[in-house]
């Protein structure tokens, strides 16, 4: 599955860099493959738009519903099949599924797979032609090779990290449960901690992808945030 996927994103990358490539004279610092990465990470992102945001308003109707849940997990701990009855009937009158927040998860997973297969190995997957991607300028600012790591932990590696501290804490914890809450602010300082330290050791194309992709689900977040609730009063 990654393979089949892997091809087809490769695909849209390599259609996106014939014709940024196309389009003039090539920056000196700005190489026209950093270019495609920009463009075709934006590209994933907004094809998985709605996957997202449906993810959102399923995990902002979660928030809502969780106290009428918890009162009924302390009234019926006892007694486990009516709690769950109970549960049932509380998420069909709040017009909720609970499995609804897993789906967009389960099907983006094997598009972010061979979205990283990709820009990882950008020979296998996109540019398959025999010497056309070892001639390719990949120059990126400081980064004089998006092949091999950002020389420099204070670049991509430590601005993926910050990205991807930003994005979580835009994400908001909308869980009134305290060990939910506690855990989610573990992950949050965890995550950047990983993120760095795989930016540091993959080729600073993927922390690039990466880098881009937190941009616009930071900026995402935020309309969301703004959005959801009007949807709301609007029913």
Same mark, same amino acid.
């Given at each position: 599955?990654?393979?089949?996927?892997?091809?087809?994103?490769?695909?849209?990358?390599?259609? *996106?860099?014939?014709? *940024?490539?196309?389009?003039?004279?090539?920056?000196?610092?700005?190489?026209?493959?950093?270019?495609?990465?920009?463009?075709?990470?934006?590209?994933?992102?907004?094809?998985?738009?709605?996957?997202?945001?449906?993810?959102?308003?399923?995990?902002?109707?979660?928030?809502?519903?969780?106290?009428?849940?918890?009162?009924?997990? =302390?009234?019926?701990?006892?007694?486990?099949? +009516?709690?769950?009855?109970?549960?049932?009937?509380?998420?069909?009158?709040?017009?909720?599924?609970?499995?609804?927040?897993?789906?967009?998860?389960?099907?983006?997973?094997?598009?972010?797979?061979?979205?990283?297969?990709?820009?990882?190995?950008?020979?296998?997957?996109?540019?398959?032609?025999?010497?056309?991607?070892?001639?390719?300028?990949?120059?990126?600012?400081?980064?004089?090779?998006?092949?091999?790591?950002?020389?420099?932990?204070?670049?991509?590696?430590?601005?993926?990290?910050? +990205? =991807?501290?930003?994005?979580?804490?835009?994400?908001?914890?909308?869980?009134?449960?305290?060990? =939910?809450?506690?855990?989610?602010?573990?992950?949050?300082?965890?995550?950047?901690?990983?993120?760095?330290?795989?930016?540091?050791?993959?080729?600073?194309?993927?922390?690039?992808?990466?880098?881009?992709?937190?941009?616009?689900?930071?900026?995402?977040?935020?309309?969301?945030?703004?959005?959801?609730?009007?949807?709301?009063?609007?029913?």
């Amino acid at each position: 599955m990654t393979g089949f996927l892997g091809k087809i994103m490769g695909s849209v990358l390599k259609f *996106v860099y014939d014709i *940024v490539s196309n389009i003039g004279a090539e920056p000196e610092h700005f190489s026209f493959f950093a270019i495609a990465i920009i463009i075709t990470t934006i590209i994933f992102k907004l094809i998985l738009l709605p996957f997202n945001l449906h993810q959102a308003k399923s995990s902002k109707k979660m928030a809502e519903i969780q106290p009428i849940m918890k009162e009924i997990q =302390t009234k019926y701990k006892s007694d486990p099949q +009516t709690m769950n009855a109970k549960l049932q009937e509380a998420y069909k009158e709040n017009n909720y599924n609970p499995a609804s927040g897993c789906l967009p998860l389960l099907v983006q997973f094997p598009i972010i797979l061979a979205f990283f297969a990709v820009f990882r190995e950008p020979a296998k997957y996109a540019f398959t032609e025999p010497g056309v991607y070892e001639a390719m300028n990949k120059t990126f600012f400081w980064i004089t090779n998006l092949d091999v790591p950002d020389p420099y932990l204070w670049g991509l590696p430590l601005l993926s990290a910050i +990205t =991807t501290f930003i994005q979580t804490k835009t994400m908001g914890n909308q869980s009134q449960d305290p060990q =939910t809450a506690s855990t989610m602010k573990t992950m949050n300082i965890i995550m950047p901690v990983m993120i760095f330290f795989a930016a540091k050791g993959f080729a600073a194309g993927l922390a690039l992808y990466w880098l881009v992709g937190n941009i616009f689900t930071i900026i995402q977040q935020l309309i969301s945030r703004r959005s959801l609730p009007k949807v709301k009063e609007g029913k």
